[in-house]
């Protein structure tokens, strides 16, 4: 019976925030007066725009250096080629594919530098990513503010401002517009699948599952449970931590190029930024916790975040009359759920930490009393 | 050479580099056609504006609660006083007084239960500040629409209810604290002496405090708190208290900003303003683990000096605007710095 509810107990805790999510769901989406076919539409796409995004933070977690902020390198690194090709008017999956290639080795580079950066912030990475992210959106509006076209040539004056220098605001990516999404046609009834993209995430998926198994997956582990213990064994730790960072800011570029040719323009100074806060929210929203992250965690994250997302503006016109407040709220709920997870996570520790120094000192007491 | 060596040791490069940056900054200027005075005037002006919201990282600092990237609850406590001493129609400084005093109680308890929360997930605090804050003004945009204000100064016109993005305080307390024995020198130099005193009194009584017996246990508690706990000083109580003074010191702030500036900003208005100030106070020198008033004065002189002169220089010398991302590059690269050095330090 104890044993029963101890367990219950420890599940609640551990799921208390996506617990939280479908209860506040379960209120508001009858109130939204949605129906069942927009919802379901409207997840499909959302779950097929920023599931690779949310992926690209898994990696970080299981070399335990938390969750990564500096994704947003990535999605910068992402933009980039975006807007080459787009400079380029190469058209469809080969213009993405394109801008794939064109943003790997920036994105490599940005990821390097993250990764060495955050070596010198051991035990505050999270910080400093978050951090670093903005101090490089610095650096990328410096570049395409005032770098692209007067010293990097862009061809096309579509893109530039109308001062002959410096990226627009807003660019229309019409020549990559969801030409991954309809590569492979696919609706059942009136709900359209974007099949291609859940081919490439699924492709994904397994790469992760088979990563976690390689030798460098294990040494990742090794590292995010005990840095000292890895090191000990003959792991070199620093160099591990910097590829998990480099690799989750490579994959970070093809979620943001992926969730891109979705959405089908491109906020050059702001999409990056929101990137970031929207897929970390995400993956805590499925549960995950900053040491520990599932892809089933991802998904279920992706899916109810999401339907907030969707559900909240309405729900708070329906309520209370004025669509601002659902609005507002939404936002309030992007960041209170981060806040929420990461001081459950921090509170946990610090109980496990005072647990441990209260077994250390009645041992001490114990030896003490022995003599 | 060996006290140069030794001088640049201690400042550490990137603060020589900005205050080198700044003085190049000032010679330029008169050469493109910017008046040093103006520009002068206007360094002033902003640095009264800013000085108390760059103290109140102090106290937090010095407990080892770390940078306080949760100083928009305490603004919001402040913005709280400021709206409600505007819906009173206090004028002068008695309206500046009544915003502070209506303010206190608001930062006293939101403090008290940031303090709490702290205590619970030391090591992690910057990050969960940082997301405290974020949540906080998201919540009071809510607030800020449905709270019962009715004053016709601060509502939407339209719809007779929600307080509007901006509240301009020139009818009310405008500069009311900095025109206290405030002097002209010339045309375009003027300074805002009361808002000076102010702060400085402030900056006073901080130092002071923190020579007191509680002052002293509060460093200890940051410095050392193994040293702390054997010693009988009650961690946790230190922490709160660093924490509660820090969001007061917040709260008065933003008070001092907006008579000054002459608008009261809701909304989204109080979103980024911790790191300008947590900028500012690394730029004078402070570490995440230590900081005292000369890096306070001196950080907020050259922060918001760079923040004053670069759009003018810069956009008269190349015709182009920069000092938005050179504003983001150094404040941010300066708390990266910090962030980065401090556990060189300790290692």
């Known amino acids: 019976m104890m044993d029963n509810w101890k367990k219950i107990k420890l599940f609640l805790l551990r799921n208390a925030v996506p617990i939280v999510f479908i209860l506040v769901s379960a209120v508001a989406i009858p109130l939204s007066q949605f129906s069942v076919d927009y919802l379901v539409q409207e997840l499909l796409v959302r779950l097929s725009r920023n599931s690779f995004l949310v992926l690209s933070l898994l990696v970080p977690i299981l070399a335990g250096m938390g969750l990564n902020f500096g994704m947003v390198l990535g999605a910068m690194a992402g933009q980039l080629g975006l807007i080459f090709v787009s400079d380029w008017n190469i058209v469809g999956v080969y213009g993405l594919f394109l801008a794939a290639l064109i943003a790997t080795p920036l994105a490599i580079f940005f990821g390097w530098i993250c990764g060495e950066v955050l070596n010198k912030a051991r035990g505050r990475e999270m910080v400093t990513s978050y951090i670093l992210g903005f101090f490089v959106n610095g650096v990328y509006q410096l570049a395409v503010l005032y770098g692209l076209g007067a010293v990097v040539p862009i061809r096309s004056a579509k893109l530039l401002l109308s001062r002959g220098y410096g990226i627009r605001n807003t660019l229309n990516l019409d020549n990559l517009r969801k030409c991954l999404d309809d590569y492979i046609p696919f609706s059942i009834g009136e709900i359209w699948i974007p099949l291609a993209t859940f081919a490439v995430i699924a492709v994904f998926c397994l790469f992760i599952i088979w990563f976690r198994r390689t030798k460098l997956g294990q040494d990742m582990r090794a590292t995010g449970q005990d840095m000292a213990v890895a090191e000990a064994s003959g792991i070199r730790v620093m160099r591990t931590r910097v590829l998990s960072i480099i690799i989750s800011t490579v994959l970070a570029s093809y979620g943001q190029i992926i969730f891109l040719q979705n959405v089908g323009t491109l906020n050059t100074y702001n999409s990056h930024e929101q990137a970031g806060v929207f897929a970390i929210a995400s993956l805590l929203v499925g549960g995950a916790s900053v040491t520990r992250a599932s892809i089933l965690n991802v998904f279920v994250g992706v899916i109810l975040f999401h339907l907030m997302f969707i559900v909240s503006p309405m729900a708070g016109k329906y309520l209370t009359g004025d669509a601002q407040i659902g609005e507002f709220f939404r936002v309030f709920v992007s960041y209170g759920i981060i806040s929420l997870a990461l001081v459950l996570h921090a509170w946990r520790r610090q109980a496990d930490r005072d647990a441990a120094r209260s077994v250390q000192r009645s041992a001490v007491a114990d030896k003490g009393a022995e003599k | ?347």
């Open chain 2, 1 to 347: 050479m060996e006290r140069i060596s030794k001088f640049v040791e201690r400042a550490g490069w990137p603060r020589i580099l900005i205050a080198l940056f700044l003085l190049s900054l000032f010679v330029i200027a008169p050469f493109v056609g910017v008046r040093l005075d103006s520009s002068i005037n206007d360094t002033l002006v902003r640095f009264g504006m800013n000085g108390v919201l760059v103290l109140a990282m102090v106290p937090m600092v010095q407990s080892g609660c770390g940078l306080n990237f949760g100083l928009p609850l305490g603004i919001i406590s402040g913005l709280i006083g400021a709206v409600t001493s505007v819906e009173l129609e206090v004028t002068g400084i008695v309206g500046v007084l009544t915003a502070i005093l209506i303010a206190t109680p608001f930062a006293l308890f939101l403090g008290w239960c940031y303090g709490c929360l702290l205590n619970r997930v030391k090591g992690s605090e910057m990050m969960i500040a940082t997301y405290v804050g974020f949540s906080s003004v998201a919540l009071m945009c809510i607030m800020w629409l449905v709270l019962p204000y009715s004053s016709p100064n601060m509502v939407w016109g339209y719809a007779g209810k929600g307080l509007r993005t901006t509240i301009s305080v020139e009818a009310f307390w405008q500069n009311a604290v900095s025109r206290i024995g405030a002097f002209r020198i010339n045309e375009f130099l003027a300074v805002p002496t009361g808002m000076f005193l102010v702060f400085l009194a402030l900056c006073l009584a901080m130092s002071l405090f923190m020579k007191t017996r509680t002052g002293t246990a509060m460093t200890i508690v940051g410095s050392n708190p193994d040293y702390a706990r054997a010693s009988g000083v009650n961690i946790n109580k230190m922490r709160t208290l660093s924490v509660v003074l820090s969001t007061w010191l917040g709260a008065v702030g933003i008070i001092m900003y907006e008579q000054s500036f002459g608008f009261i900003q809701l909304y989204m208005g109080p979103f980024y303003m911790a790191f300008p100030a947590v900028a500012a106070i690394l730029i004078g020198g402070a570490s995440v683990k230590k900081a005292g008033m000369i890096n306070v004065i001196v950080g907020t002189i050259l922060f918001q000096g760079i923040l004053t002169m670069t759009p003018s220089v810069i956009n008269n010398m190349i015709q182009t605007d920069m000092s938005e991302v050179i504003r983001i590059i150094v404040s941010n690269g300066m708390i990266l710095y910090a962030l980065t050095r401090a556990t060189k330090v300790r290692s």
